[in-house]
């Protein structure tokens, strides 16, 4: 299994890709001096893990992303992508597209769902939480 990873910039507000943050990560070890910075514990980069998915377009889902297929789109809920460490495994927390921390009701449980049964039925990136943040807001 390859690891992949993204992350968000929190100094820069940008994301950065795999090169990016091995580019960032690497000239130390080149330096010789492994140990002078590690940007896994950089509270400033927010690291986000490559699940093994994708999306109905074939692009690659990552923790943090916000996803939903046509049923939760027609129901105005979407999905965060979350990386679940007590059973090691990427879960799909429902939401209310503009009301993030309001439960989802009726027709579906408020509880992760395995990101698996979610992208079976058709899940589609609409963003992500960092660059996104009018997913989470009033008025969507």
């Known amino acids: 299994?390859?690891?992949?990873?993204?992350?968000?910039?929190l100094k820069n507000s940008v994301m950065l890709d795999h090169q990016q943050i091995m580019e960032k990560q690497y000239p130390q070890h080149i330096k010789r001096d492994p140990y002078h910075y590690d940007v896994f514990n950089d509270m400033s980069i927010l690291i986000n893990m490559k699940s093994n998915f994708e999306d109905v377009d074939g692009r690659p889902i990552f923790q943090g992303d916000v996803i939903e297929t046509r049923d939760s789109k027609a129901q105005r809920f979407c999905y965060e992508v979350i990386f679940d460490e007590e059973?090691?495994?990427f879960m799909a927390l429902p939401f209310m597209k503009g009301r993030y921390g309001w439960t989802v009701g009726y027709t579906t449980t408020t509880n992760p769902q395995p990101l698996k049964d979610i992208v079976e039925l058709g899940a589609y990136i609409i963003g992500n939480k960092?660059?996104?943040q009018e997913l989470y807001k009033r008025g969507v």
């Open 1 to 9: 299994m390859k690891f992949e990873f993204r992350a968000w910039d």
């Open 87 to 89: 059973t090691s495994a």
């Open 130 to 132: 960092y660059q996104n």
